[in-house]
């Protein structure tokens, strides 16, 4: 059975870091591909960054990048996101999603190519 479980969401003041994890568990992780989600309240799910499961390739929609940085950690079967700068219009709950259907070297801001998700954190950045 495969889990995620996303944690490290919080409030934070406009211009502050977080670090958000997602443990995965039922499968090998170096497997799969990773994405990263939010959704606001009223908006759609939008995806943040992803990475492939080679950790060779990874994205960022343009609005996080130079803040934003995905990482994985294989051996402890986590997924990472430190999110710096952050500004109140990241605030949503955030996701993390994987899929074993990809190539190695690829990933997707796509949801649909997603298999499984976690529950989400909250994030929050307000002063």
């Known amino acids: 059975q495969v889990q995620l479980v996303e944690s490290g969401g919080g409030l934070v003041q406009p211009g502050g870091s977080l670090r958000l994890s997602c443990v995965v568990s039922?499968?090998?992780?170096?497997?799969?591909?990773i994405g990263w989600f939010r959704q606001a309240p009223g908006k759609e799910r939008e995806g943040v960054s992803c990475?492939?499961?080679?950790?060779?390739?990874?994205d960022y929609r343009d609005s996080m990048k130079g803040r934003f940085i995905i990482s994985r950690d294989n051996a402890k079967n986590t997924v990472y996101l430190q999110m710096n700068s952050l500004k109140p219009e990241d605030t949503a709950v955030y996701y993390c999603?994987?899929?074993?259907?990809?190539?190695?070297?690829?990933?997707?801001?796509?949801?649909?190519?997603?298999?499984?998700w976690g529950q989400g954190t909250q994030v929050t950045v307000s002063s």
């Open positions: 999603a994987t899929t074993d259907s990809a190539p190695d070297y690829y990933c997707s801001h796509e949801p649909s190519f997603y298999d499984n």
């Open positions: 039922g499968f090998t992780l170096d497997y799969y591909a």
């Open positions: 990475i492939s499961s080679s950790g060779g390739t990874t």
